[in-house]
T-cell receptor
Framework: EPEVTQTPSHQVTQMGQEVILRCVPI?????FYWYRQILGQKVEFLVSFYNNEISEKSEIFDDQFSVERPDGSNFTLKIRSTKLEDSAMYFC????????????FGPGTRLTVL | KNEVEQSPQNLTAQEGEFITINCSYSVGISALHWLQQHPGGGIVSLFMLSSGKKKHGRLIATINIQEKHSSLHITASHPRDSAVYICAVHYNTDKLIFGTGTRLQVFP
C-alpha cells in the first residue's frame, strides 16, 4: 500500500541553524500539508500546498518557515533560523483531492532544537 | 473561536468492552476526521465524514450536524486498540483544527 515517507526520523540542531525536513507524498496525490505537534500538546496545522503554491497557512507559519516541492516527488519544510520553541514532531500529509478528503500522514520527524 | 472539544480525555477499558469517544465543535463544518495516533507517534486516518455514519470493522463513526457532535465507537475492544484518538475538523478551508485527543487504554 502506498505511504507517505519522511526523513530524517529525528533531527537535532542548534538554535539559529537552518533545517530542512523532507517528505515524499503518495505519488498521485495533489494536496500536501505540514502539521506539528509539540510534546504533550495537540496537533497544529502549519500549511497546505497545491499546484506549486501555498493554498493556506496558519499564524504559526511565519517568515521563518517555507515549503517547496523541488521535484516531482519531494515536499520540503524549511525552518530558516530555528528557535527552542520549534522543537516538536512535524508531520507531512497528502491527499488525492482538496482537504475534504482522507489525508495520509507520514511517520513524522522529531525536531529537537538545543 | 473555532474549537474542537473531545471527551473523555482519558479512558480505560477491559478487553471486550464497548467504547465511545465524543467530539463536539462550535460552528458548522465541512468535514470531520477521526484519527488514531499510535504510542510511537504515527497518525492514521480512520474516517472522514460530513454526515451520517460510517463503519469499518469494529469501528463506527457517527456525526450529528444539527447538534455539532460526532462519536467514535469501538465494539469488542482489544488491547491493540490502545492509542490516542483524535477528532479534527475542516471549517470550510484546507486547515484542519484538531482536538486534544482521547487516550484509550484497553487491558486484557
Amino acid at each position: 500500500e502506498p505511504e507517505v515517507t519522511q526523513t530524517p526520523s529525528h533531527q537535532v540542531t542548534q538554535m539559529g541553524q537552518e533545517v530542512i525536513l523532507r517528505c515524499v507524498p503518495i505519488s498521485n496525490h495533489l494536496y500536501f500539508y505540514w502539521y506539528r505537534q509539540i510534546l504533550g500538546q495537540k496537533v497544529e496545522f502549519l500549511v497546505s500546498f497545491y499546484n506549486n503554491e501555498i493554498s493556506e497557512k496558519s499564524e504559526i507559519f511565519d517568515d521563518q518557515f517555507s515549503v517547496e516541492r523541488p521535484d516531482g516527488s519531494n515536499f520540503t519544510l524549511k525552518i530558516r533560523s530555528t528557535k527552542l520553541e520549534d522543537s516538536a514532531m512535524y508531520f507531512c500529509a497528502s491527499s488525492a483531492t482538496r482537504g475534504f478528503d482522507t489525508q495520509y500522514f507520514g511517520p513524522g520527524t522529531r525536531l529537537t532544537v538545543l | 473561536k473555532n474549537e474542537v472539544e473531545q471527551s473523555p480525555q482519558n479512558l480505560t477499558a477491559q478487553e471486550g468492552e464497548f467504547i465511545t469517544i465524543n467530539c463536539s465543535y462550535s460552528v458548522g463544518i465541512s468535514a470531520l476526521h477521526w484519527l488514531q495516533q499510535h504510542p510511537g507517534g504515527g497518525i492514521v486516518s480512520l474516517f472522514m465524514l460530513s454526515s451520517g455514519k460510517k463503519k469499518h470493522g469494529r469501528l463506527i463513526a457517527t456525526i450529528n450536524i444539527q447538534e455539532k457532535h460526532s462519536s467514535l465507537h469501538i465494539t469488542a475492544s482489544h488491547p491493540r486498540d490502545s492509542a490516542v484518538y483524535i477528532c479534527a475538523v475542516h471549517y470550510n478551508t484546507d486547515k484542519l483544527i484538531f482536538g486534544t485527543g482521547t487516550r484509550l487504554q484497553v487491558f486484557p
